[in-house]
Nanobody, 121 residues
Framework: QVQLVESGGGLVQPGGSLRLSCAASGSIFSINSMGWYRQAPGKQRDLVARITTGGFTNYADSVKGRFTISRDNAKNTMYLQMNSLKPEDTAVYYC???????????????WGQGTQVTVSS
C-alpha cells in the first residue's frame, strides 16, 4: 500500500508565497518521477511541474519563473515552492508519483488527496 500526503496549502494574497510538500510512504521499491498537478473548479487537472529521480524538471508555461519543484530522494518527499502567486493559481493541488512497489512489478501512478491553494485579497 502506498500513500502520498500533501501539506502546505492555504490562503495567500496575490504576490505571496507558499510551499507545498508531498511525502510518499508505504511499500515503495523505487520512484521514477514525481509531479504536481492542479485542478480549478470546472476545469481539467493539469500538470504544474514534474521532476525525475535525476533531477530533470519541466514546468507548465504559466508557472515558469515563479514555481520551483524539488525533491529529496532519501525521504521520498517532493516540494513545490510557489512565489508571486496570482489569483489564477487558485486550485486544488495534487501530488503524483510514478513508482514501483517491487523489483519485478510495473510502475504505476499514485495520487495524493489534494491540498487547496487559494490566492485572493
Amino acid at each position: 500500500q502506498v500513500q502520498l500526503v500533501e501539506s502546505g496549502g492555504g490562503l495567500v494574497q496575490p504576490g505571496g508565497s507558499l510551499r507545498l510538500s508531498c511525502a510518499a510512504s508505504g511499500s515503495i521499491f523505487s520512484i521514477n518521477s514525481m509531479g504536481w498537478y492542479r485542478q480549478a473548479p470546472g476545469k481539467q487537472r493539469d500538470l504544474v511541474a514534474r521532476i525525475t529521480t535525476g533531477g530533470f524538471t519541466n514546468y507548465a508555461d504559466s508557472v515558469k519563473g515563479r514555481f520551483t519543484i524539488s525533491r529529496d530522494n532519501a525521504k521520498n518527499t517532493m516540494y513545490l515552492q510557489m512565489n508571486s502567486l496570482k489569483p489564477e493559481d487558485t486550485a486544488v493541488y495534487y501530488c503524483n508519483a510514478n513508482l514501483k512497489t517491487g523489483a519485478f512489478r510495473p510502475a504505476n501512478d499514485y495520487w495524493g488527496q489534494g491540498t487547496q491553494v487559494t490566492v485572493s485579497s
